[in-house]
Nanobody, 115 residues
Framework: QVQLVESGGDLVQPGGSLRLSCAAS????????MRWYRQAPGKQRELVAH???????HYADSVKGRFTISRDNAKNTVYLQMNSLKPEDTAVYYC?????????WGQGTQVTVSS
């Protein structure tokens, strides 16, 4: 049974930092592309960052230069380091594992940026 479990969401002030983690189990982690999505209230879910099996990365323009995605295949974990957080980064952040036609989702972790 595949499980993706996100953690690290919190309430943080503007300009602050958070690191999200997503621990995977029940799958060959190294075979999957890993992604972070987010969904703000009343908005569609959007792709935030993507990392390939080889470690190449891609970011949404809105987070480029502030967020960093990384993966540790030995720990079956993908991370999202978020710096210089803004109120508009407030959302539920979801981890996604993708390979060919197969995709798995985590349950999400809430990030709130507010003073």
């Amino acid at each position: 049974q595949v499980q993706l479990v996100e953690s690290g969401g919190d309430l943080v002030q503007p300009g602050g930092s958070l690191r999200l983690s997503c621990a995977a189990s029940g799958m060959m982690f190294g075979d999957y592309y890993m992604r972070w999505y987010r969904q703000a209230p009343g908005k569609q879910r959007e792709l935030v960052a993507h990392i390939t099996r080889g470690g190449n990365t891609h970011y949404a323009d809105s987070v480029k230069g502030r967020f960093t995605i990384s993966r540790d295949n030995a720990k079956n974990t993908v991370y999202l380091q978020m710096n210089s957080l803004k109120p508009e980064d407030t959302a539920v952040y979801y981890c996604n594992a993708f390979r060919s036609t197969t995709a798995y989702w985590g349950q999400g972790t809430q990030v709130t940026v507010s003073s």
